[in-house]
């Protein structure tokens, strides 16, 4: 058996496919791997702009979001119905006390 990997590697050495393997592994495999991290770094941002103050905000989708220039919450992520978080409090209560349902109002001024 010995004898059958020795030719299959000298074949497949001096046919070129050797070097065709190693060009592909350093050249395109690490693109292909920058860019499927990017699409996977993607799923797991937000990014917007606030609805108050218009000011842009980046955070990640499993926490809450504050606008850096008002304060208000721009983004919470839906709760997992009491798992996990061992914050003791209620499922229906931020950590502020006021009540979770957030509703977006335009004003209109004449």
């Not at 770094?41 to 103050?53: D, M, R, T």
């Not at 992520?77 to 996990?84: L, Q």
């Amino acid at each position: 058996m010995r004898e059958a990997e020795m030719v299959f590697f000298l074949w497949f050495a001096l046919s070129g496919w050797l070097f065709q393997l190693v060009v592909v592994a350093i050249w395109v495999l690490p693109l292909a791997a920058f860019v499927l991290i990017r699409i996977v770094a993607k799923n797991f941002v937000i990014e917007g702009a606030c609805p108050a103050c218009k000011q842009r905000f980046v955070g990640y989708k499993n926490q809450m979001i504050s606008c850096r220039s008002c304060g208000n919450v721009v983004w919470k992520p839906k709760s997992n119905n009491g798992g996990g978080g061992g914050s003791g409090r209620s499922s229906n209560r931020s950590s502020s006390g006021y009540d979770d349902n957030i509703i977006d109002v335009e004003f209109e001024e004449k």
